[in-house]
């Protein structure tokens, strides 16, 4: 064997050149070490921190202006004008400042009663009726049924159509002179119904338009929830001799509360601030929002007042964001209100601390 491949096999008569296939070890670098921990501990943060940066731009951010701009005396013509003043409405002089000045002014408005009444009356006519259709046909999907995939598509479709276009052929339907119900009920001998005319009818109306654009999102929400039941459950149940009305009450119901109180939470959120279907519900109509305020909502108000004034010209964005900060509170209100009523029905009415002395009294039996 030649010199070089001893060398090569690492014969033990070579010149010492071998290697022994160790690594020198690493010298300990402090940089490197505090590189190694902030990695480990910051990059959790740095994945969820473009949401965080996102929100703060375009909700934190304008949140917080709307607050200031809500204190001052500020439009799109003139800009900011100082401290915002109440005015005669309130009863001073016109030219006291006041830092709640546009709050007061805004409650002391008729026209803003009326909106929220409005607001209501419709969020009730919508959602209640909504989530109550959406569970049944939920749960009618869920079945056994042919072409599954065209009817899920189906209940989907009216939620991608246009609201303009949604308003345009419900506005055929419900035009008060030649719309498409009007005109059944004169074929039966009926009156007709003057739908912008009247205030529960024209409630009826838009609640209608918004129940048909959010029917089926809703109904696809609970149907995912209603899929990811477990099997054994409904098994269980049909063993016991439980039906299939008795199995939705008792075992599809309850577990779906967490998607419940996300559907109701949601829908309070939209139904209080509805904006698109009574303005396309309108329709070019006299007064807007109706000639005496009947289907005028919050939304409404609040961009009439900030981009149209109390007359054309004369806007007031600093009255408009005292609206939608009195907006935004009223949902919170009854998003925290939902959420503790629907906890209560998922659990049957009964209290935390009920419910624990039951189990400690059953305990003890």
């Not at 799109?76 to 006041?98: E, M, Q, R």
């Not at 049924?145 to 303009?164: E, H, N, Q």
């Not at 967490?258 to 519900?281: A, C, M, N």
């Amino acid at each position: 064997m030649s010199r070089s491949k001893a060398l090569n096999a690492g014969h033990p008569t070579g010149t010492g050149r071998q290697t022994s296939g160790r690594r020198s070890p690493k010298k300990y670098s402090p940089l490197r070490n505090w590189l190694g921990n902030f990695e480990w501990k910051a990059s959790p943060y740095l994945y969820v921190a473009p949401f965080f940066l996102l929100f703060a731009v375009v909700g934190l951010f304008p949140l917080l202006y709307t607050a200031w701009i809500a204190t001052r005396n500020y439009n799109t013509l003139t800009g900011d004008s100082g401290v915002a003043v109440c005015g005669a409405t309130c009863g001073d002089s016109g030219t006291t400042a006041n830092w709640l000045g546009n709050f007061n002014w805004v409650l002391h408005q008729p026209a803003f009663w009326d909106a929220l009444r409005n607001s209501f009356s419709i969020f009730l006519l919508s959602s209640v009726p909504q989530i109550i259709l959406a569970l049944w046909l939920a749960w009618v999907l869920n079945s056994n049924l042919k072409a599954k995939t065209f009817w899920r598509m189906g209940v989907l479709l009216p939620y991608i159509v246009a609201p303009s276009a949604a308003g345009i052929i419900f506005s055929q339907i419900f035009s008060d002179r030649m719309g498409a119900i009007n005109v059944l009920l004169q074929q039966i001998g009926l009156n007709p119904i003057m739908w912008h005319g009247s205030t529960f009818w024209a409630h009826i109306a838009i609640a209608t338009i918004v129940n048909f654009r959010w029917t089926g999102y809703n109904t696809l929400i609970f149907l995912a929830a209603m899929q990811a039941i477990p099997n054994e459950l409904m098994e269980a149940a049909v063993v016991d001799g439980a039906g299939k009305f008795r199995t939705f009450f008792s075992v599809t119901l309850p577990s779906l509360r967490s998607t419940l109180i996300f559907v109701i939470i949601t829908s309070t959120i939209g139904g209080l601030q509805i904006f698109d279907e009574p303005t396309l519900f309108h329709n070019g109509t006299s007064g807007y929002g109706g000639a005496n305020r009947q289907y005028l909502t919050v939304s409404m108000y609040l961009w009439n007042l900030g981009f149209n004034g109390v007359s054309i010209g004369q806007p007031n964005m600093g009255r408009a964001a005292a609206i939608a900060w009195l907006l935004f509170l009223v949902i919170v209100v009854f998003a925290i209100l939902n959420y503790w009523l629907t906890g209560r029905l998922a659990r049957g009415g009964g209290s935390p601390t009920k419910s624990k002395k039951k189990k400690k009294r059953e305990a003890r039996v």
